[in-house]
């Protein structure tokens, strides 16, 4: 009887064959796991936090941030003392790290933008994390204000670093007019494992927000990386017309559009993001009232207002993940 079999060249072949393959599909299967990864630990970490800031009586106050007459800080103790005057006490850090000793809390020195457009300096104090927060400062009526206060980090038991971006003068009244910088007590611009990388922004850093004094507010959008490709109506009577809900949508089915709060937390930290259209308006999906002429809440990104405006007006889009 012939005795059949694969030559030493045959099962080299193949070797190499699967060897290609795998080059080939291996990568893309770890960036999916690694993507599930971060966004389980991302939603862990919301939780978290909104928890223990639920349990705080007070977002506002904590500090001492004073200023001489030209503008500058000259006291800035906020970001460092509501940490661990205030966070430690209702949550779990491992080590606080003082407003020049960010690295020492495993805080990169540079990130990369959402979608790996750029890379940029760390932002170590509110007018870096974005210099439109000093917009609206000291209107006239207006009971809350913004500091350009000096960030603070800590580390969690979890590994994740933690960098603080603190508004000791925040306030709650709803009544307040158009600007959301002073609803902005507390941003966390986070990184899930430090120094590791990819210190990529929608992957491993993400930001947290934390609006008003008194019963607050804690939100973390995941935005899309780029904006729907027209402006549209937050609500369209036309059916055959697209509007804002239904962009997302088109987008991806993982997509929504972000509530005004959600839109208020890409507006502070929109330099991170690479935001498609700054200098415009963008819907979200918190609405005021349904009708013809029904009202919808929209975010003015020039300026850093919350406005109301008819639904039906074409605005510009970014969505988030859900």
């Known amino acids: ?5 694969f030559t030493l060249a045959e099962i080299l072949i193949t070797l190499a064959i699967i060897g290609i393959v795998a080059a080939i599909t291996l990568p893309s299967l770890l960036v999916n796991v690694n993507e599930k990864a971060w966004d389980a630990q991302k939603k862990a ?3 978290r936090l909104a928890q223990a800031i639920g349990q705080m009586n007070t977002l506002g106050g904590y500090g001492t941030y004073t200023e001489d007459t030209s503008g500058k800080a000259t006291t800035d103790t906020a970001a460092e003392s509501f940490i661990l005057d205030a966070l430690s006490k209702v949550y779990k850090i491992n080590n606080v790290c003082g407003p020049d000793k960010l690295s020492s809390c495993g805080i990169p020195s540079k990130i990369t933008t959402l979608g790996a457009v750029s890379e940029i300096n760390f932002p170590t104090k509110m007018s870096e994390l974005n210099e439109k927060l000093l917009n609206g400062r000291h209107q006239a009526g207006e009971d809350g204000d913004m500091a350009d206060t000096k960030a ?3 580390e969690t038991v979890n590994g994740e670093s933690i960098a603080v971006f603190y508004n000791p003068l925040c306030s709650s009244d709803e009544t307040i007019a158009y600007y959301t910088q002073n609803k902005m007590c507390v941003n966390f611009v986070y990184d899930l494992n430090g120094n590791e990388g ?5 992957k491993d850093v993400g930001f947290i927000t934390a609006f008003y004094n008194k019963n607050p507010v804690v939100v973390a959008p995941v935005p899309y990386n780029k904006d729907y490709t027209s402006t549209v109506p ?3 009577e036309d059916t055959g017309s697209i509007d804002a809900s239904a962009a997302c949508k088109a987008m991806g089915e993982d997509l929504r559009l972000p509530n005004r709060d959600e839109l208020a937390s890409i507006f502070i930290n929109a330099p991170l993001i690479n935001l498609g259209d700054s200098n415009s308006i963008y819907w979200s999906s918190s609405i005021i009232s349904l009708g013809a002429k029904g009202l919808g809440w929209c975010q003015d990104f020039p300026q850093g207002g919350r406005s109301r405006n008819t639904r039906t007006n074409p ?5 988030i993940k859900n």
């Open 152 to 154: 603070a980090a800590f």
């Open 234 to 236: 937050q609500y369209s």
């Open 198 to 202: 990819p210190n990529e922004v929608g």
């Open 315 to 319: 605005y510009y889009v970014r969505c």
């Open 1 to 5: 009887m012939k005795k059949t079999g």
């Open 45 to 47: 970490l919301h939780a």
